[in-house]
């Protein structure tokens, strides 16, 4: 009988670790279609940073309470994971409680405090559901913010509902397993009552010893399969921030917020218009194919990163000043597009052997409306809010430049402002002669 | 009455003689109406403050801050490199500028195309004069006990993190400062940064500084300080918009400091 269960075990964890691997590998060859950016400087900050934002969870703790609830979510998961190594290696070996005989007494010690991780994650999880659920926080709404109507919301809840599942599935077992203790059954080693589950005994009162065995299996084969189940939702999830959360914030951008990111490929252009220098042919940079971003292969790889990393939880729209005051614009938005493009593109390079063959989309047009890009007052307030450290307004200024240089098309005031700046250098139509002009009413 | 002087670069450097630092006017502050009035009153305190300073008049163009955030990259590195050598020639070290987009494109944007400036706010360089006791703006009294809000730029608060300068210049009046809902990193945009300033806004519910002036006019503040044009024009047509302009006032943080000194 466990001979067949061990090899059904193997069998599963094996499929679950190719099917992941398969997401990992397309998911990290969409990144690597985008731009080389070298954001390993200063690899101390980094690291500082990285643990005081997704480690730490700084950010989270802007605001006390969500902070406090998420964080027992994540302390639970990342803790809780240590049993699960146990249960693998019970699943491989047919063994029960291997860990148990290894650390003796301190073994329900352990288990008692994950079942309290555990209980703490259930209720989180279940106060975040009836949050989600209910209207109280505009920025979940999807009436509210059309980015979130149909898939997004759903996988907002899926993953919470997931959680809540397996979390009653290990209290459950534990609680299974303690009755079949008390009742002497030789697969179960003694370990004294658990914590928490011991409270839920009563649920058990007068079954039959066959019948527990059935449901601590039933139990525990929910638990394993679910959260293989749940390694591989999570790569189609905004949930895969859960791993990208620590890269992505380790790779940030560490410059002031203000500064715009530069394009050395204009540089040597514009030096000669100017007749600063004549560098020899040879040095003058080739003229790129294309000039700011179009699709998801002219922005930069950590861009990529960003969208892969995205929570959705919609606090950079909720800051964004053109979103609060109805224009189309939704920094959650760009992020969840430029995701939904890399999907596709990873679709049509699985369909195609490994090479994306062009569908005649792109970034801008397809899924980013110009509406939206020339809404941005470039405020910074969607990079200060983002919990991950993600930056929408970079993916918005270089769409801009592709709208501005490539296709030369933007509203007919920014035109005016730029030939204003051509010829009179300034934005406003003015002489320059008339610069000083302001000082002659100083009383002199 | 004070003699005021503004000596250009050129006649600086004609008369063999460099300055402290180097007046960064801006294309609002040489051609907008209302915000050459902070032009001038942030000349007069440098004045008062005996500081050798000079502008460079004529020869100053725009930085390219809202060419770049349009997206025009070309119109911005021919503006910026050719300011990077009027610069240089007249070898600046140090500037001060009252507006927080020259600020940033100076500071922070320049050093990449070769211009390599110490870059300092006009808020951060009241502070210093006021903390070495070179103006004294409190003499006068005026807004003693007044209730003043201040609306942080994006440029100066979130891009280079600049939130206590302005606010300790605003205490040196004895003023009566009361904050706003959404201050410092959740302050929000008056709606002109990323070039919105030279385009009609997209459709939507509401303009962006409607919604802001709202919000400072909820404080109950007669007085809103600002240390940015662009929040200067948005915040005044907001003002106008509520037909709020007899009782409430818009004020950059050197016509405040100006008018408490009598300057
Ligand atoms: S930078 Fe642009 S997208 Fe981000 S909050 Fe400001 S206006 Fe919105
Ligand atoms: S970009 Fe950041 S703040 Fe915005 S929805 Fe995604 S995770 Fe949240």
């Not at chain 1, 997931?162 to 008390?182: G, K, R, Y």
């Not at chain 1, 030096?271 to 042919?281: A, E, Q, S, V």
């Not at chain 2, 730029?153 to 605003?170: D, H, Q, T």
């Amino acid at each position: 009988m466990t001979i067949i269960q061990q090899i059904l075990f193997i069998l599963s964890l094996g499929i679950a670790a190719w099917l992941v691997s398969r997401r990992i590998l397309i998911i990290s060859k969409t990144i690597r279609l985008g731009k080389d950016e070298n954001l390993t400087d200063q690899p101390g900050q980094r690291l500082a940073t990285m643990m005081r934002i997704a480690f730490g969870q700084k950010k989270m703790f802007d605001k006390p309470w969500v902070g406090l609830l998420h964080f027992m979510v994540y302390a639970g998961f990342l803790l809780i994971n240590i049993e699960v190594l146990e249960i693998i290696l019970d699943g491989i070996t047919g063994r029960h409680r291997l860990f148990e005989p290894l650390l003796g007494d301190f073994y329900p010690v352990l288990i008692g405090f994950f079942e309290i991780l555990a209980l703490a994650v259930l209720v989180a999880c279940s106060i975040f559901l009836v949050r989600r659920s209910t209207g109280i926080v505009s920025r979940l709404q999807p009436t509210r913010h059309r980015e979130l109507r149909n898939w997004p919301q759903l996988d907002g809840k899926l993953i919470l509902i997931a959680e809540i599942v397996l979390m009653m599935a290990i209290l459950t077992m534990n609680a299974a397993d303690s009755t079949l203790q008390d009742l002497d059954n030789p697969h179960y080693p003694q370990t004294g009552t658990f914590l928490i589950s011991q409270f839920l005994k009563p649920v058990f009162a007068g079954w039959n010893e066959h019948g527990l065995v059935i449901y601590e299996r039933i139990a525990w084969w929910v638990h394993i399969l679910g959260i293989f189940a749940f390694a591989l939702y999570v790569t189609y999830s905004k949930h895969l921030h859960i791993a990208l959360a620590f890269p992505n914030t380790y790779f940030t951008r560490l410059v002031p917020k203000g500064e715009m990111k530069n394009m050395p490929e204009i540089t040597s252009e514009v030096r000669i218009m100017l007749g600063i220098d004549n560098p020899p042919h040879s040095e003058v940079q080739a003229v790129p194919e294309r000039f700011g971003a179009r699709d998801v292969q002219d922005l930069s790889w950590k861009n990529l990163m960003d969208a892969y990393s995205c929570t959705e939880c919609g606090r950079c729209t909720a800051a964004c000043p053109a979103n609060i005051t109805g224009k189309k614009l939704s920094p959650r938005k760009i992020m969840m597009d430029t995701r939904d493009r890399l999907e596709d593109i990873g679709q049509n390079m699985l369909a195609n052997k490994g090479t994306f063959s062009d569908d005649g989309k792109a970034l801008i047009g397809d899924y980013i409306l110009e509406e939206e890009i020339l809404a941005c007052t470039t405020c910074n307030a969607c990079v200060q809010e983002c919990p991950v450290l993600i930056n929408p307004l970079d993916i918005i200024l270089q769409l801009r430049r592709y709208k501005a240089m490539d296709e030369a098309k933007v509203p007919a005031s920014w035109n005016m402002m730029f030939q204003n700046i051509d010829t009179n250098q300034a934005p406003w139509k003015f002489a320059p002669g008339d610069r000083f002009n302001w000082a002659e009413s100083l009383p002199k | 009455m004070m003699d005021y002087k503004v000596p250009t670069m050129a006649e600086m450097a004609a008369r063999n003689e460099t300055p402290e630092i180097l007046f960064w006017v801006g294309c609002a502050g040489a051609f907008d109406d209302r915000y050459k009035k902070v032009t001038i009153a942030f000349a007069k305190i440098l004045n008062h403050a005996g500081i050798r300073f000079a502008v460079l008049g004529t020869e100053e163009s725009c930085t390219g801050d809202p060419a770049r955030r349009a997206g025009n990259e070309f119109a911005f590195q021919m503006l910026a490199m050719s300011n990077i050598q009027v610069l240089d020639m007249y070898s600046v070290k140090k500037i001060v500028t009252a507006c927080p987009h020259c600020f940033n494109t100076l500071k922070n944007e320049y050093p990449g195309l070769g211009g390599n400036y110490e870059v300092i706010h006009h808020s951060e360089f009241l502070q210093q004069l006021i903390n070495e006791r070179k103006i004294r703006p409190a003499d006068g009294q005026p807004f003693q006990g007044k209730k003043i809000t201040f609306h942080d730029s994006c440029y100066l608060g979130r891009a280079n993190g600049i939130y206590n300068a302005p606010r300790e210049v605003l205490h040196a009046l004895d003023a009566d400062l009361v904050e706003m809902k959404r201050s410092r990193a959740k302050g929000l945009c008056c709606g002109a940064g990323g070039a919105q300033m030279f385009k009609e806004p997209e459709k939507g519910t509401k303009d962006i500084n409607i919604e802001r002036i709202e919000e400072a006019l909820s404080t109950g503040a007669e007085t809103i300080a600002v240390g940015c044009p662009f929040c200067m024009i948005m915040m005044t047509d907001g003002l106008k918009n509520k037909n709020k302009e007899d009782s409430v006032r818009i004020y950059d943080l050197a016509e405040l400091i100006a008018q408490a000194g009598n300057f």
